[in-house]
Protein backbone atom coordinates (compact mmCIF):
# COMPACT_ATOMS: atom_id res chain seq x y z
CA UNK A 1 0.00 0.00 0.00
CA UNK A 2 2.90 2.41 0.94
CA UNK A 3 4.72 1.70 -2.64
CA UNK A 4 1.84 1.91 -4.63
CA UNK A 5 1.00 5.88 -2.88
CA UNK A 6 4.44 6.63 -4.11
CA UNK A 7 4.61 5.02 -7.44
CA UNK A 8 0.97 6.94 -7.95
CA UNK A 9 2.73 10.31 -6.97
CA UNK A 10 5.39 9.38 -9.27
CA UNK A 11 3.16 8.49 -12.08
CA UNK A 12 1.13 11.99 -11.25
CA UNK A 13 4.15 13.78 -11.45
CA UNK A 14 5.69 12.31 -14.11
CA UNK A 15 1.92 13.12 -15.97
CA UNK A 16 2.59 16.65 -14.84
CA UNK A 17 5.81 16.84 -16.04
CA UNK A 18 4.61 16.14 -19.49
CA UNK A 19 1.30 18.06 -19.68
CA UNK A 20 0.91 20.53 -17.34
CA UNK A 21 3.17 23.22 -15.19
CA UNK A 22 6.46 22.32 -14.33
CA UNK A 23 6.39 23.71 -10.47
CA UNK A 24 3.84 21.20 -9.46
CA UNK A 25 5.66 18.63 -11.21
CA UNK A 26 8.56 19.60 -8.76
CA UNK A 27 6.57 19.40 -6.01
CA UNK A 28 4.96 16.12 -6.50
CA UNK A 29 8.67 15.03 -7.47
CA UNK A 30 9.71 16.30 -3.97
CA UNK A 31 7.00 14.81 -2.13
CA UNK A 32 7.60 11.53 -3.97
CA UNK A 33 11.61 11.62 -2.74
CA UNK A 34 10.41 12.43 0.73
CA UNK A 35 8.16 9.08 1.27
CA UNK A 36 10.82 7.04 -0.62
CA UNK A 37 13.39 8.19 1.85
CA UNK A 38 10.72 7.68 4.54
CA UNK A 39 10.26 4.17 3.64
CA UNK A 40 13.73 3.30 3.29
CA UNK A 41 14.21 4.35 6.86
CA UNK A 42 11.05 1.94 7.55
CA UNK A 43 12.42 -0.80 5.53
CA UNK A 44 16.11 -0.24 7.21
CA UNK A 45 15.05 -0.70 10.92
CA UNK A 46 13.60 -4.43 9.62
CA UNK A 47 15.46 -7.86 10.49
CA UNK A 48 16.01 -8.93 7.27
CA UNK A 49 17.09 -12.80 6.81
CA UNK A 50 20.50 -12.70 5.58
CA UNK A 51 21.74 -15.93 3.92
CA UNK A 52 25.18 -15.92 6.54
CA UNK B 1 25.86 21.80 -27.09
CA UNK B 2 22.81 22.92 -28.48
CA UNK B 3 19.31 22.35 -27.54
CA UNK B 4 18.52 19.91 -30.16
CA UNK B 5 21.17 17.75 -28.96
CA UNK B 6 20.02 17.96 -25.36
CA UNK B 7 16.84 17.66 -26.71
CA UNK B 8 18.16 13.92 -28.42
CA UNK B 9 20.43 12.70 -25.39
CA UNK B 10 17.24 13.43 -22.86
CA UNK B 11 14.91 11.28 -24.88
CA UNK B 12 17.54 8.79 -25.33
CA UNK B 13 17.65 8.47 -21.77
CA UNK B 14 14.25 8.29 -20.79
CA UNK B 15 14.66 4.95 -23.20
CA UNK B 16 17.04 3.70 -21.20
CA UNK B 17 15.05 4.35 -18.34
CA UNK B 18 12.02 2.80 -19.75
CA UNK B 19 14.13 -0.73 -20.90
CA UNK B 20 15.71 -0.62 -17.30
CA UNK B 21 11.97 -0.98 -15.81
CA UNK B 22 10.83 -3.26 -18.72
CA UNK B 23 14.16 -5.88 -17.91
CA UNK B 24 12.96 -5.18 -14.18
CA UNK B 25 8.92 -6.66 -14.59
CA UNK B 26 10.46 -8.90 -17.39
CA UNK B 27 12.43 -10.77 -14.59
CA UNK B 28 9.37 -10.46 -12.32
CA UNK B 29 7.14 -11.79 -14.28
CA UNK B 30 8.49 -14.15 -17.13
CA UNK B 31 11.14 -15.33 -14.64
CA UNK B 32 9.53 -14.79 -11.14
CA UNK B 33 11.53 -12.96 -9.80
CA UNK B 34 9.93 -11.39 -6.92
CA UNK B 35 10.95 -7.64 -5.87
CA UNK B 36 12.24 -7.21 -2.23
CA UNK B 37 11.38 -3.64 -0.66
CA UNK B 38 14.80 -2.12 -1.56
CA UNK B 39 14.88 -3.58 -5.01
CA UNK B 40 10.92 -1.87 -5.14
CA UNK B 41 12.65 1.37 -3.95
CA UNK B 42 15.48 1.29 -6.51
CA UNK B 43 12.11 1.00 -9.43
CA UNK B 44 11.10 3.96 -7.46
CA UNK B 45 14.68 5.72 -8.22
CA UNK B 46 14.53 5.02 -11.68
CA UNK B 47 11.29 6.13 -12.13
CA UNK B 48 11.99 9.69 -10.37
CA UNK B 49 14.97 9.86 -12.77
CA UNK B 50 12.80 9.63 -15.77
CA UNK B 51 11.22 13.21 -14.52
CA UNK B 52 14.04 15.24 -15.27
CA UNK B 53 14.39 14.57 -18.86
CA UNK B 54 10.51 14.68 -19.01
CA UNK B 55 10.44 18.08 -17.72
CA UNK B 56 13.25 19.03 -20.27
CA UNK B 57 11.46 17.41 -23.38
CA UNK B 58 8.29 19.48 -22.48
CA UNK B 59 9.75 22.76 -21.18
CA UNK B 60 13.51 22.84 -22.42
CA UNK B 61 16.88 22.10 -20.68
CA UNK B 62 17.29 23.21 -17.87
CA UNK B 63 20.28 23.32 -14.93
CA UNK B 64 17.28 22.26 -12.46
CA UNK B 65 16.12 19.10 -14.66
CA UNK B 66 19.16 17.98 -14.31
CA UNK B 67 19.73 18.54 -10.35
CA UNK B 68 16.63 16.32 -10.22
CA UNK B 69 18.14 13.80 -11.85
CA UNK B 70 21.15 13.78 -9.87
CA UNK B 71 19.10 13.89 -6.66
CA UNK B 72 16.97 10.80 -7.15
CA UNK B 73 20.18 8.99 -8.52
CA UNK B 74 21.53 9.51 -5.40
CA UNK B 75 19.03 8.29 -3.87
CA UNK B 76 18.36 5.10 -6.00
CA UNK B 77 22.25 4.52 -5.11
CA UNK B 78 21.97 5.04 -1.43
CA UNK B 79 19.68 2.17 -1.85
CA UNK B 80 21.02 0.42 -3.86
CA UNK B 81 24.34 0.34 -2.25
CA UNK B 82 22.88 -0.09 0.89
CA UNK B 83 21.53 -3.66 -0.54
CA UNK B 84 24.55 -4.30 -2.27
CA UNK B 85 26.24 -3.84 1.24
CA UNK B 86 23.70 -6.22 3.02
CA UNK B 87 25.13 -8.67 0.55
CA UNK B 88 28.72 -8.12 0.50
CA UNK B 89 30.10 -10.99 2.82
CA UNK B 90 32.33 -13.76 1.45
CA UNK B 91 30.16 -16.82 0.69
CA UNK B 92 26.88 -14.69 0.81
CA UNK B 93 24.91 -15.58 -2.32
CA UNK B 94 23.37 -12.80 -2.72
CA UNK B 95 19.76 -12.08 -3.02
CA UNK B 96 17.93 -13.37 -6.42
CA UNK B 97 18.98 -13.96 -9.80
CA UNK B 98 22.50 -12.62 -11.02
CA UNK B 99 23.02 -10.45 -14.72
CA UNK B 100 26.66 -11.12 -16.05
CA UNK B 101 27.81 -11.75 -13.03
CA UNK B 102 26.30 -9.01 -11.24
CA UNK B 103 23.05 -8.88 -8.79
CA UNK B 104 20.62 -6.43 -10.15
CA UNK B 105 21.17 -4.57 -6.83
CA UNK B 106 24.46 -3.87 -8.14
CA UNK B 107 23.70 -2.71 -11.68
CA UNK B 108 21.30 -0.31 -10.10
CA UNK B 109 23.92 1.03 -8.17
CA UNK B 110 26.00 1.34 -11.35
CA UNK B 111 22.98 2.94 -13.54
CA UNK B 112 22.46 5.46 -11.04
CA UNK B 113 26.56 6.24 -10.94
CA UNK B 114 26.28 6.44 -14.33
CA UNK B 115 23.03 9.04 -14.79
CA UNK B 116 24.99 11.07 -11.90
CA UNK B 117 28.18 11.28 -14.30
CA UNK B 118 25.70 11.91 -17.41
CA UNK B 119 24.05 14.96 -15.42
CA UNK B 120 27.17 16.25 -15.16
CA UNK B 121 28.65 16.04 -18.12
CA UNK B 122 25.26 17.49 -19.34
CA UNK B 123 25.59 20.58 -17.09
CA UNK B 124 29.28 20.75 -18.59
CA UNK B 125 27.24 22.31 -22.30
CA UNK B 126 26.28 25.67 -20.90
CA UNK B 127 24.79 26.54 -24.76
CA UNK B 128 21.65 24.23 -24.28
CA UNK B 129 20.68 26.49 -21.47
CA UNK B 130 20.88 29.75 -23.33
CA UNK B 131 17.39 31.23 -24.57
CA UNK B 132 17.67 30.61 -28.67
CA UNK B 133 17.85 34.37 -30.14
CA UNK B 134 18.64 34.77 -33.91
CA UNK B 135 21.68 35.93 -34.18
CA UNK B 136 23.08 38.61 -36.68
CA UNK B 137 25.89 37.90 -38.21
CA UNK B 138 28.72 40.34 -38.47
CA UNK B 139 28.87 41.93 -41.65
CA UNK B 140 31.17 44.76 -43.04
CA UNK B 141 29.87 47.40 -41.89
Known amino acids: MDFLVVFLVLAASLWVAWTGVARIALLLFASAMVLTVALYLHHATETLPLSL | ?141
Open chain 2, 1 to 141: MSIRLATKLNALALYAIAAVLVAAFYFQIALGELPCPLCLLQRVGFAALAIGPVLTLRHGPRPAHYGLVIIAALIGAGIAGRQTLLHIAPGDPGYGLALLGYHFYTWAFVCFAVAIAASAAMLVGEAQFEPPTTAVEPGLF
